[in-house]
């Protein structure tokens, strides 16, 4: 069946550091991707996705590129800020279903 | 715009117990989910409706767990009766329609404690 695979938690950055969380899927067809982002004490939310191979999805600061070659979408930032401190989930949904597959979640925490 | 809703923010029961969940979708959106998030773990789906219809119940442990969407816009998940294992975070989210890739929507969701 499909699955995620993310990095294993938790990560512990300095504020103006890089970030980069990997995310590995095992899919049948030809998924969308996305990142969920659940700050503490709130619901989840969509950060960003990326509906076919190549594209890339970014928002806030945040990009992941669809490598089908590689099975991967990787969420990167150039510059975190406190304020992203969070736990970020990978997904995949096949196409024509919306089910969502999570990974099992990092959690991000950036110290000032 | 008003997000999803969900009832009781918190719930503690004993196990052998019973325990319902309440959810609000977001106005206009079609389909609704209930996931279960283990800590530590990512979400899972339990059940998907449109409507009031269900979609994709298959890792729902219908021994145990029942959901209904009666007129197509709030849903109940009801656990009876309760097990150690259950305890966990149910998440409710709601999308516009059922084709395509919709944006998922969550709402903050209910953290049960079985003892």
């Known amino acids: 069946g499909d699955s995620v695979t993310q990095m294993e938690g938790p990560v512990t950055l300095s504020e103006e550091a890089f970030l980069t969380i990997n995310c590995t899927y095992t899919?049948?067809?030809?998924?969308?991707l996305f990142w969920y982002v659940q700050y503490p004490g709130e619901g989840l939310q969509l950060l960003l996705k990326?509906?076919?191979?190549?594209d890339k999805g970014s928002n806030k600061g945040f990009e992941a590129t669809y490598r089908k070659e590689t099975t991967s979408f990787h969420l990167e930032k150039g510059s975190v800020q406190v304020s992203d401190s969070a736990v970020y989930f990978c997904?995949?949904?096949?196409?024509?279903?919306?089910?969502?597959?999570f990974g099992q979640g990092t959690r991000l925490t950036i110290n000032p | 715009e008003a997000g999803v809703a969900q009832s009781p923010r918190y719930k503690i029961i004993e196990k052998r117990q019973s325990v319902a969940f309440w959810c609000n979708p977001i106005?206009?959106?079609?389909?609704l989910y209930w996931y279960q998030q283990i800590l530590g773990q990512g979400p899972k789906l339990l059940i998907q409706?449109?409507?009031?219809?269900?979609?994709?119940d298959s890792q729902l442990p219908k021994d145990r767990f029942s959901a209904e969407r009666l007129k197509g816009v709030d849903s109940t998940l009801k656990i009876q009766p309760a097990k150690l294992e259950d305890s966990a975070v149910y998440l409710c989210?709601?999308?516009?329609?059922?084709?395509?890739?919709?944006?998922?929507?969550f709402g903050p969701g209910t953290r049960l404690l079985v003892l």
């Open positions: 989210a709601s999308s516009e329609t059922s084709g395509g890739q919709e944006t998922q929507y």
């Open positions: 899919a049948t067809g030809y998924p969308s």
């Open positions: 990326a509906t076919k191979a190549d």
């Open positions: 997904a995949l949904s096949e196409q024509g279903a919306q089910k969502l597959v």
């Open positions: 106005s206009g959106h079609a389909t």
């Open positions: 409706f449109q409507n009031n219809g269900v979609v994709d």
